[in-house]
């Protein structure tokens, strides 16, 4: 069974940062897409950022870009996102995700995790 389960939330001031990382198990997705979304209260879930299993391409949303890093280990099965100069409106649950296409939108994954929980305070 396929599980993907998502770590490193927390909360932190504006301004300072966060790593989260995403660990998958029963199958070897190196030659997937890995993706980062996030979902705040009373707002749909929105695309962070993506990775490409081949070249490791990356495609960043506007609203992240230049602040926050995807990475990827393939030897770990793992995906991974660098968050610096946190705004208060990065605070939502962040979800990595694993697909065969390189997208920003959610309907082309397959497989989510359950989700942490990131918080940015004034």
């Known amino acids: 069974q396929v599980q993907l389960v998502e770590s490193g939330g927390g909360l932190v001031q504006a301004g300072g940062s966060l790593r989260l990382s995403c660990a998958a198990s029963?199958?070897?997705?190196?030659?997937?897409?890995m993706g980062w979304f996030r979902q705040a209260p009373g707002k749909e879930r929105e695309f962070v950022a993506t990775?490409?299993?081949?070249?490791?391409?990356?495609y960043y949303a506007a609203s992240v870009k230049a602040r926050f890093t995807i990475s990827r280990d393939n030897a770990r099965n793992s995906v991974y996102l660098q968050m610096d100069s946190l705004k208060p409106e990065d605070t939502a649950v962040y979800y990595c995700?694993?697909?065969?296409?390189?997208?920003?939108?959610?309907?082309?994954?397959?497989?989510w995790g359950r989700g942490t929980q990131v918080t940015v305070s004034s």
């Open positions: 990775i490409s299993g081949v070249s490791s391409n990356t």
């Open positions: 995700a694993v697909g065969p296409s390189y997208s920003h939108n959610w309907s082309a994954y397959d497989y």
């Open positions: 029963g199958r070897t997705f190196s030659n997937y897409a």
